[in-house]
Structure formats: C-alpha cells, structure tokens
C-alpha cells in the first residue's frame, strides 16, 4: 500500500513537472468599441475558439470595498457583459472571466482593502455577487503593484491575504481566480510573495512586455526573448523573457500555473539620428501616435502591420533576442510578429509553462487587412500550443541587430523597475496635485504669538509681526571643502551668519556600536572646527546651530544594524544628546540617512527608522532641542524607505533635496531641479522629477506644509555631449563631464567653477521657460543647474505653497568671495531675497539679487526657451540689478488693541500614560505627560 502511495506521488510529480502547454489566456480591451475605422473592435470580433480562458478588461474598486463597473454605458447599457457571455454559445468550453484593476486604477484603493479585515470580506463577497450577476467563469486580479503606485509597505502581506479570503469563497461557487503580475525579479522582493500567491490562484498571467520602451532613451526590444550580451548590470539583466521566467520558477511558482505573456502592440521610439537605427541606438522620445490607439510611443499590431503593408520601413531582425523591428526616417518600432511569437510560444512549452496569454486580441489584425489571415498574432499562439508544433516561415528578414561598444552607466537601482505604460489602458490619468484651501479667517492678531480659533478651541494661528521673518534660511554645510585648494577652500569660518536662520554642519556619523563619532577627526577635533562653529553660534545668537549627522558614501549598512537592535539605539540617543548638550552646546541635530531599506540595508529599516525617531525626539524636545532630517525627493521613497505619517510626529523639519533629478546617468541631458513638469514626460516616474511634484508628493503622503523645507544645491551637474551640435533637453550623452579645479569630482562643478568657467568661454546659457530652470553648453559640455533668478521664483514658490523655508546644500559651493563679480554669496542671497527675509545690517548684495547683465542673443529657438548668455562687464557699477517680483504684503496681521492677563494654571487631575491633556478650566492649553519626567 505504501508503496502504491510513492508511487503515486511519483506520477504526479512528474506529472506536474511535464505539465502540458494547454492554457491561452486572452484580455479583451473593452474601449476598443470607441476605435474608428479598422481599430474599432467590439464583443461579437472575439474568435472564441482562439482561447481557452478571455478576460473581459477592467472593472474598478471604490473606497468602501466594492466591485465598481468603470463604464456603465458599455457595459450594461449597451450590454457589453451580457453580449461576452453570449460567446459560450460559439465555444461552450470557453472560459469566461472579468478582470479588474489595470494601470489606470493604482494602488490606493487596493492597498487600503488589503490591509483591512473588514474591507477585504465585503471586497470578496463583492466579487462573488457580481461574478454571479452577469456570469463570468471567474475573476482576475490585475492589480499593478502591490507596494507601489500609492500602495503600502504592508500590501505584500495583505496581497496574499486577499488570494486566500477569494480562494475559500470561489471554491464553494466553482469559480476561477488568477492575477496578473509584473515580470521582473525585482517585484519579487517587494509586491509578491510566490510561494504563498503559489497555494491559491489558478493560474499567473506574466507581463512579459514592456521591457524597453521610448523612457529609455535608447531604442530596445519590447519583449526580448534573450539579452544583449552588454545587459549585463542589475536592471538590464531582468529585462528580458527568459529572465522573468526563470525568476519566478525559481521563487516557488509552479510551472504549470505561469502563463507567459505575448503582446499584441509593440512601441514606437523617434530617433536622434537616422544614420543609427540599432537596437540601443539614442531616441529623443516616443514615435509618432497611430490612427486608432492614439497614444504616442506605442502602436496595436494592426497599426505596425498598416505601416509594413504600406511599404516605406526596413525590416530587420535580433538574432540575439529573438524580435523583429522596423524604421522608417526617424521612426523606429519594437514589436512581435508571427514569427516571433511563435518562438515565445515554443519556449513556453520547452519550459512545461501552463500557457501563454496574450494581451490583447483587439489589437489584433482581426479582418486580416494585412494578408495574414485573421488574428494572425492569436492564431499564431494557437496553433503552436495546440498545432504541430511547427514554426511559422521566418520573414525575409536578415539583419541582425548590433550595438556600438560603447556602454552607458545605468542609473542607480534607487527606484523598481520601467512601469508598465498606458498602453494597457485607453487613457493615462496623471495624480491629482489639487489642494484645497479653506477661506482666510477674519482674526486680530497679537505682535507675535499664537491665537485661538474664535470658533473651533483645537486649532490655532501662529502671528508674526510680518512676513520679514517668517520663513527659515537654511545652511548646510560639509566639513570636506576645508581641503580644497586655493580659494575654493571654505570652512566653517566663513558662513555669513546674518544670511541663516538655520546652520547645519556636516560633521558627524555612527559606529557601529552606535556611538556618535566624526567624520573628520584632523579637522573637527585637532584643528577645532567643532569649537569655531560653537563660537559663530555664541556671536549670533538669532541662529539656531545644528550638526548634521550622515554621510552619504557610506550606505545604510551601519545605520540598519543600528536603529535594528533596541540597545544600540538607546546607545545612539544617548551619545548624539551628550554630544548636542554636554559637549559642545549645539541647538539640535539634522539627520541624513541615504536611504533606509536601499543601499545595504535592511526591509525592517523603515520601521525601525519610526523607533529610534521617536526615541531620539523624546529626549531632544525635553532638551528644547531640534530635529530635522534630510531626505530624499520622490514618492518613490515612500513605500521603500519612509513612513511619513509617523515620521510627522518626532520630526521639527523635513529639508527635501530636491535636486539631482537628472544627471549622467540617465544617458540624455536634463534639468537637475526643474520646477515644473516638462510638457512631453508622461509617464508617473517623469512627472515626480519636479520640484511641484516633490512638494505635493510629501504633502500628500502626511507632511504639513509647514515643515517642509525645500533644498536646492550649490552644485552643477556636467553632462558630456555625444553630439555637440544636439544640446537641446533630451540630448543624448556620454557620461560625466570633466571635474571642476577645487571639487575635482567628474560630472559635478560648484557654482563657483561654474561662474568662473563660463566667464572665460563662450557659453550659451538657455532659460527653459516651461520647467523653470537653466542650463549652458559649451561644445560637448552641457551643464544644469539653479541660477539666482531661479531661487527668486523658487523663493515666490515657496510663499506660495505655504512651506516653511528653503536650504541651500552645500554651502560651500557658491561663491563664497564674490569672485565672480556677483557679490559674495550670490546664491545665498538669492534665497534671502527669494523669500523677502530681511536682515539687520545686511550687505546690498541680499537686496542685489544679481550683478551680471544678462543679454539676450538671437537665438531660432522655440518660444519655450530664452538663450541668455552674459555680456563682458569691467566695472561693477555699469551693471543691471534684476529685482525679484513683488508680492503684496497680506493685511490680516494686525497688533492687538488690548492684553490679556494669563490666570494662574490649572494642572489636570489625572495624566495619561504618555500624550497631551488639555488644561480642565482652559481649552487654549495643553499639558505634555512624560512617564517619569
């Protein structure tokens, strides 16, 4: 008998590794019925017996855990669910589904249901009800992704929760449950767990697409079967078919429930230059829309064919990667055809996959307009799954694609992987960035101080006696510009105080043992740097001093250990508050950790990062003491590496380095700090390289306005042109530009080499009037960076939105003499101006924003952009002050007319363990209770 049993066990094992190839999953696009002319595809084109399982796309979520239709006139009014059902009668053995989710949707909704036990049941019951009501086989999730796209740190766990609650409930009605996944092995880690989502679906339909598209800069397979031998890096090496495959087996998924994904569409790139039409060849954006799907940067199938049929396009063929592209002009597409895709097919079998599915059949050549017979793509799948087995004739296509040798740098891996576009959906739905802003409260305000609200005892205003005062100047600066020679050597000796409200000194880090240690011992401790900046603080006592506690080149590795063993962070607190207090009487401590979870660290980090702030805040706020960290910019962040709802809590003030949004390593030239979102990126990951974007992103995620500082920088970053004649944003590069004389780091000059550089050569400097931002160029030198007029608009920005100051990092890299005729500090001052600070006894230069006369030059550029390049000046007096724009002053702030005496306080009765009580004959005060303080 129990031999039997093995043996038994034995079939099925084998059984389950040889699993046949049988299972064709494919999306039907519902929109498609708005299409003109040959794209229009609707219910009664679907060929039924091309599949075993369609997936009718998309339905949606709302807010309270319910199923929700997303076009009620398609679907219902014009019976859009009822007519798909109806195809059974065409293939009774068909499997029918409904899918919901898709690009469109993000993650919030999903995120948020996940993550409650009481929005996930009424999701599930929701789901039956409504599989039930109109028909369906079964359900598809296509949530896109877990963790990401508005989604939490928790969702990976929630994600499976979900599998399982739907599981159970579709096992009692006979129903089918599969979800759709992004490909690459980077999801693993964050957005699926394999084994676990392994135990409960049906079926996993892999997105094996969308691997290169026109945001690379450089064209690229859509779907590659293989790599390039020079995709060899971390990213590069993922984005191909083969690779996602074989992460996923390898992860725990069961071969015979992986579908691998076949496009139908492939994606268009416009060329920098038709004399280069290979795969990696340099692309200045998306190619041109076709006439149905009218999305730039991708076409249907039918679209690509249209054009081939038409003639005009060169046809060749990666023997590499498997995949054909074609060019015409400037014009170069990735796409599938038979061929092709009759290889993805048979490596599917070679690899016992369950099936293939395919997205998605309406973009499919369904009338055979193009000689190949109808759904020539679909057909082709069908046939090798359930045919022969033999190949489609191989197109007379022989050109293998080459690369140049030469290999670009990818960017680091602080971000996941190429999205999936809007292709899959009709159309893109940017983040809202709208904030609404109740009316003005009509309020007599004291000299300074805070005042109730007349009418609601929890809110109050703070007043100042005007606006002069209001927003703080911070100045951050590294102790490692003291070992630069000549004059660009700054140390702490010469920061112009009067020009701060706020100084950190960069100067500090962690052992491993947690005790506070020095980044330079020589220059801090021997040669007193610590006790010269304590004397600065002791000659200006309107600033607030504060150590910065960080270094960027060191990674997470120390600080993950640390903040993950309570004892080492008890030490930590302990050493940073002797350090602030005992030693050296400092006002607070600005931390700068690159990044939690990235860079050597650990998952746990974002959660343990909460802990040690919230420890170290409890001791720093009983000393009156700052907190303030540095952070990174983007939204991006958020899932990976800060809580910022917690973080809100212990933290006085947020400096964003809002910078270095671009550089070399995106392969094309581009603002390193734009202000605004450039016109043709419309991709979620394009549109947060902006300062607009970063604020709103940080005030969305939980951050108050008022505590967010914006950083800019004192540094340039250098770009080498490939082609000096292309300078234009999105111009192709080479890499790092050569290293400026003091910082002597390639890819980056101080704003001092900067002004020093372009006075001695004929630069053209060019004002980008749609972001907001500057840039210059110099045969194949092309340079970004934050001119003075810049920081005034930033400054107005600032006022604007509300936020609570703006700081220059790296202090140290503007031009701290004045040699470049612009008076000492010129940026520095700027940021002064910029936000209409006013400084006792301050020098003209704050209220000269800029001493360079700046003519504009004949230029055939586009009305986006002003060339602005600076003429010879020999005298200072013959030059042109630019006056930053006014802004009236608001009239709400007033003195009041009467004092009020405070009666004597009233302490609470009882106190909770550890919070805020509010004073029992006094709702304006509040007690803060301490256990054992």
Known sequence: MKAALVAGLLLISIASINAATDRIVCYFGSWATYRIGNGKFDVEDINPNLCTHIMYTFVGLDTKGNVKILDSWLDVSLGGYSRFVQLKQR???????????????????????????????????????????????????????????????????????????????????????????????????SAYDVIEINKYVDFVNLMTYDLHAYWDASTGANAPLYPNPWENGFTTSMLNVDACVKAWLNAGMAASKLNLGVPVFGHTFKLSSTADTSIGAPTIGPGDAGPYTLEPGSLSYLEICEKLTAGGYTQAFSNVQQVPYAFRGNQWISYDNAYSIALKVQYAKSMNLGGVMVWS???????????????????????????????????????????????TTPRPATTTTTPRPATTTTTYRPPSITTTVGPAPKLVCPASGYLRDPTNCARFYQCYPGLLRLHKVFCILSNSAAYRMGS?????????????????????????TGMVKPLDTYTDITNGGFSRYQALCLKNPHVKCLVGLGD?????????????????RQTAVRSIMEFLRKQYQFDGLDFYWQYPVLKGGDPEDRTNFIAFLAELSANTRMEGLLLTLSVAPTDDYFMSSYD??????????????????????????????????????????????????????WIQAGAPANRLVLGITGTANVFKLINPADSDIGARTAGRGDAGPYTTTEGMMSYHELCLETARSDWVTILDRKQQAYYTHHGNLWVTYDETSIVHLKGSYIITRGLAGMALFGLENDDVRGECGRGAFPLLNSVNVGLKRRIDDMSTEVTTPTTTTLKPTTTTKTATTTTLKPTTTTKPTTTTTLKPTTTTKPTTTTRATTTTTKAPATFPLTCPKNGYVRDPSDCAVYYRCIPNG
């Open 488 to 512: 660009g050597k700054v140390t702490i000796d010469d920061v112009d105080a009067r020009l701060c409200t706020h100084i950190i000194y960069n100067a500090l880090s962690l052992s491993g």
């Open 91 to 189: 293939n009774p053995s068909v499997k029918l589904m409904v899918s919901i989710g898709g690009w469109n949707e993000g993650s919030s909704a999903y995120s948020n249901m996940v993550n409650s036990d009481l929005l996930r049941a009424v999701f599930v019951e929701s789901a039956v009800t409504f599989v039930k009501r109109y028909g369906f086989d079964g359900f598809d999730v296509d949530w896109e992704y877990p963790t990401l796209r508005g989604g939490s740190v928790d969702d990976r766990v929630g994600f499976v929760k979900l599998l399982r609650d739907l599981r159970a409930r579709f096992d009692r009605e006979g129903l089918l449950l599969s979800i759709a996944t992004a490909a690459t092995a980077d999801y693993l880690r």
């Open 644 to 697: 910022v709802p917690s973080m809100v809590r212990f933290v006085d003030y947020f400096n964003i380095a809002a910078f270095n949004l671009h550089s070399y390593w995106d392969g094309k030239t581009g603002h390193q700090a734009p202000l605004y979102v450039a016109g043709d990126e419309v991709t979620h990951h394009e549109r947060q390289l902006n300062v607009d974007a970063i604020v709103t992103g």
């Open 552 to 568: 960027g080149a060191a990674g997470s590795k120390v600080f993950s250990r640390v903040m993950s063993e309570p004892a080492l």
């Open 361 to 407: 059949i309406e973009s499919d050549d369904a009338r055979g307009i193009c000689g190949e017979g109808q759904h020539p793509i679909t057909a082709t799948v069908y046939k090798e799954v359930f045919g022969s087995g033999g190949t489609t004739s191989r197109p007379n296509t022989t050109t293998t694609s080459m690369r140049p040798s030469t290999t």
